[in-house]
Structure formats: C-alpha cells, structure tokens
C-alpha cells in the first residue's frame, strides 16, 4: 500500500486549505482512511477520519470548519480533508493514514501553517 499526499501550505488565518491523499495497492473493502496532525513535542492527533461507508468522525476542535470526504475507485482510494475558517492552533503536520487489513498505512507528512 502506498500514500500519496498533496496540498497543505501558508495562509493567514481565516483562510482554506484543502490536503488530498491517493492510496493505492490492496486496500481491503473495509477501511478507514483519515488526517492525523502532529505538533512539535506532542504525539500524533486525529484530525478526522471517515470509512469506506462515507461516515465520517471528527476532532472536536475543527466540527463545522473542516470537511473530510474521499473518493473510491477500482485501483485507488482518495482522501481529501478541506479546511476552512483556518486558526493559528491548525498548524502543524499533517500525516493522511489508512486503516485496512489490521494495518496502519501513514503516508509522507504535509506542513499546514495557518499565520495570525
């Protein structure tokens, strides 16, 4: 299983991101596929994540700014976590993972850093 991922960047707060992440390779039917976030000096955090079902969880912190949705096709699963009405305490890598088989996938990590 690989992951891709994409997007992430600067914006002054207030403003939208949207992270993308391909996985590809023997994904089993059920899984989850989600965004973790980490900051220096703390441990990876769940972000949101959603399941092959397209029911979605999310962290307290970001309900009703952040929208996680993913696409399924054939060969690949997608990810996307769009980030709206970003705030200064979002910044952070952010680290797409897939749960399939009993086994965490964790792709490349992207850098989000939302600015005051």
């Known amino acids: 299983v690989q992951l891709q991922a994409s997007g992430g960047g600067s914006v002054q707060a207030g403003g939208s991101l949207r992270l993308s992440c391909a996985a590809s390779?023997?994904?089993?039917?059920?899984?989850?596929m989600g965004w973790y976030r980490q900051v220096p000096g703390k441990q990876r955090a769940l972000v949101a994540i959603?399941?092959?079902?397209?029911?979605?969880?999310?962290a307290h912190s970001v309900k009703g700014r952040f929208t996680i949705s993913r696409d399924n096709t054939e060969n690949t699963n997608t990810v996307y976590l769009q980030m709206n009405s970003l705030k200064p305490e979002d910044t952070g890598v952010y680290y797409c993972?897939?749960?399939?088989?009993?086994?965490?996938?964790w792709g490349q990590g992207t850098q989000v850093t939302v600015s005051s």
């Open positions: 993972n897939l749960f399939t088989g009993g086994i965490d996938y």
């Open positions: 959603i399941a092959n079902t397209g029911i979605p969880n999310y």
């Open positions: 390779g023997r994904i089993f039917s059920i899984n989850v």
